[in-house]
């Protein structure tokens, strides 16, 4: 049973073939994907996907944020419809915390001020209702965590890492995973496989950030956008870096996910690992 903690179901890539990208992952045994949300105009129709879906899926969760590259385009009244939807949404049990959130200083053209106004209101939210994070840290780890430290969170993702050893260890002391896909099936990605080898066991998760982030082989074989059913194949290039069997890597990385994002572990308690 595999699990993706990181994909964009409602991405425009997916538009029209929802139902097709969902029964692929079905087929692959992919018993839990979380949907990040990363604008507040999409906030109801990541709601509604996590839904629609949720009998294919059964472990089919969503987050609530705005994404850093989109600060330029958010206002605060798009802070106040996310604390409100936040509130709103604690009743439903598919809503599970707070996210696509954090700071690129990748991306030419964003605000870092706007950015950073947005990025510490929203971990200001997550402090308010006790949520745990789903994290973009794209080139930002150091001010990322110099702004964890000054709160008290739940932890939560740091999604798609890549950053270095001694970052790595800082995220885990304040109670994050991190998340590692596609990026580490190109054998020129020597520091996230590293990181695959020398990190601790239960820090590491699997997420595809699909449509984006292909694995290797998804051009050679003429594959046009990344998709939650490649998450096994993924996973099984993973744990044979990581030197451990698929099976056991299947196990490890679910009941980590489970264990940092304890509403996802109520959704989906009735599953069995297999």
């Known amino acids: 049973m595999w699990i993706d903690t990181h994909c ?3 991405a425009p890539e997916f538009a029209g073939q929802l139902p097709k990208i969902v029964a692929a992952a079905k087929i692959k045994n992919v018993q839990a994907i979380l949907l990040p ?9 990541v709601k509604s996907i996590a839904s629609q879906f949720s009998k294919e899926i059964p472990g089919l969760a969503y987050t609530l944020g705005i994404h850093p590259l989109y600060t330029n385009q958010e206002s605060e009244q798009d802070l106040a419809i996310l604390d409100k939807q936040i509130e709103e949404s604690l009743t439903d049990p598919r809503f599970i915390g707070i996210g696509e959130i954090g700071l690129d200083y990748f991306v030419e053209g964003l605000d870092p001020q706007r950015q950073a106004y947005i990025f510490h209101t929203q971990l200001d939210l997550a ?16 001010a990322i965590l110099k702004a964890l430290r000054r709160r008290k969170l739940t932890g939560g993702i740091a999604h798609a890492f890549n950053g270095s050893f001694q970052q790595a260890e800082q995220f885990i002391q304040l109670g994050f995973k991190l998340g590692f896909g596609g990026a580490a099936t190109y054998e020129r990605a020597l520091q996230i496989r590293r990181l695959l080898v020398d990190l601790p066991f239960d820090s590491i998760v699997t997420e595809t950030d699909s449509p984006d982030i292909p694995p290797a082989w998804l051009k050679q074989e003429g594959v046009k956008f990344n998709e939650p059913a490649f998450v096994a194949r993924i996973a099984k290039e ?7 069997s698929a099976e056991q890597f299947a196990t490890v990385v679910w009941q980590n996910a489970m264990q940092v994002l304890p ?10 690992l297999k």
């Open 238 to 244: 993973l744990a044979v870096i990581r030197g451990v």
């Open 263 to 272: 509403r996802w572990s109520d959704l989906c308690a009735g599953l069995t």
């Open 37 to 45: 949300a990363v604008k507040a105009a999409d906030f109801q129709n």
């Open 127 to 142: 402090q308010k209702y006790q949520l745990p994070v789903i994290l973009h840290v794209r080139r930002s780890q150091d």
């Open 8 to 10: 964009h179901l409602d």
